[in-house]
């Protein structure tokens, strides 16, 4: 897929639930915190607006996005 541009803040939460998801396997205790964090990103991520766009309909675009942000992140 062409390299697609997505809004700031939708690049921005993959790339925070990437590293919630790494803090949480490098820590198994006391993990309630960043389950939670990882409950809000991904909602975030999935009621973004960008999702109704007609780039966002695209189904490489999730696809697209999380490459990207573990590219930048």
């Known amino acids: 897929m062409a390299h697609m541009t997505f809004p700031a803040d939708l690049i921005e939460t993959p790339r925070d639930w990437i590293r919630a998801y790494e803090a949480l396997a490098r820590r198994p205790l006391s993990t309630t915190a960043l389950c939670r964090r990882l409950q809000e990103l991904s909602s975030r991520l999935a009621s973004h607006p960008f999702w109704d766009t007609t780039?966002?309909?695209?189904?490489?675009?999730?696809?697209?996005?999380?490459r990207q942000a573990r590219a930048e992140g």
Do not use: C, H, I, Q
Request: glycine share 8%; aromatic share 0%; proline share 0%.
């Open 55 to 66: 780039a966002g309909r695209a189904s490489a675009a999730r696809v697209e996005l999380r």
